[in-house]
C-alpha cells in the first residue's frame, strides 16, 4: 500500500507497509479532496468512501469515525497528535491513513487502532492513499 503526502517540499510516496519513503515529486499536488459536509463542530478536514466518514477535528481526541454515513460518531485517536489531513482506501474503508504535523498513522481496522510510521516528513498538508 502506497501512500502520497503533500508536504511543503512536494508529493512523497511512502510505501506504508516496508515504512519507507519511495520517492519525492517537488513539483506535485495532490488533487483537492472532495469535500465532506458534515454536523460537527470544529471539523478541520474529512474524508468519506462507502458508509464510513472520518473527520479529523480540532479536540481531543483529534478523530471522529462514522460507519453509518454519519449517522452516528465515535471519538477515535485517543493518543494521536492534532491533525491536519485524512484520507480512506477506496478499495478498503478500515484503512485509514491519518497525518499529524510531521508524521504519518495508519489504521487497518477503521479508526480503533493506530501505528505511526517511521518516516519524518516535512509539514504535511494533505495525504491520500494511491489505490491505483
Not at 16 to 34: I, K, M, N, Q, S
Not at 45 to 54: D, E, H, K, L, R
Not at 87 to 105: E, F, M, T
Given at each position: 500500500?502506497?501512500?502520497?503526502?503533500?508536504?511543503?517540499?512536494?508529493?512523497?510516496?511512502?510505501?506504508?507497509?516496508?515504512?519507507?519513503?519511495?520517492?519525492?515529486?517537488?513539483?506535485?499536488?495532490?488533487?483537492?479532496?472532495?469535500?465532506?459536509?458534515?454536523?460537527?463542530?470544529?471539523?478541520?478536514?474529512?474524508?468519506?468512501?462507502?458508509?464510513?466518514?472520518?473527520?479529523?477535528?480540532?479536540?481531543r481526541p483529534p478523530l471522529v469515525v462514522s460507519h453509518d454515513a454519519g449517522r452516528t460518531w465515535q471519538q477515535v485517536g485517543g493518543g494521536l497528535p492534532a491533525g491536519r489531513a485524512v484520507a480512506i482506501s477506496a478499495d478498503d474503508p478500515d484503512l485509514v491513513l491519518?497525518?499529524?504535523?510531521?508524521?504519518?498513522?495508519?489504521?487497518?481496522?477503521?479508526?480503533?487502532?493506530?501505528?505511526?510510521?517511521?518516516?519524518?516528513?516535512?509539514?504535511?498538508?494533505?495525504?491520500?492513499?494511491?489505490?491505483?
Amino acid at each position: 500500500m502506497k501512500a502520497l503526502v503533500q508536504t511543503v517540499d512536494g508529493v512523497f510516496s511512502v510505501d506504508a507497509e516496508e515504512e519507507t519513503v519511495l520517492g519525492l515529486d517537488p513539483h506535485a499536488r495532490l488533487a483537492p479532496p472532495e469535500p465532506v459536509e458534515l454536523p460537527l463542530p470544529r471539523v478541520v478536514v474529512a474524508a468519506a468512501s462507502g458508509s464510513t466518514v472520518v473527520a479529523v477535528v480540532a479536540s481531543r481526541p483529534p478523530l471522529v469515525v462514522s460507519h453509518d454515513a454519519g449517522r452516528t460518531w465515535q471519538q477515535v485517536g485517543g493518543g494521536l497528535p492534532a491533525g491536519r489531513a485524512v484520507a480512506i482506501s477506496a478499495d478498503d474503508p478500515d484503512l485509514v491513513l491519518y497525518g499529524a504535523r510531521n508524521r504519518l498513522y495508519v489504521s487497518r481496522d477503521g479508526g480503533r487502532f493506530w501505528s505511526a510510521l517511521a518516516p519524518e516528513l516535512p509539514e504535511i498538508a494533505a495525504v491520500a492513499w494511491d489505490d491505483g
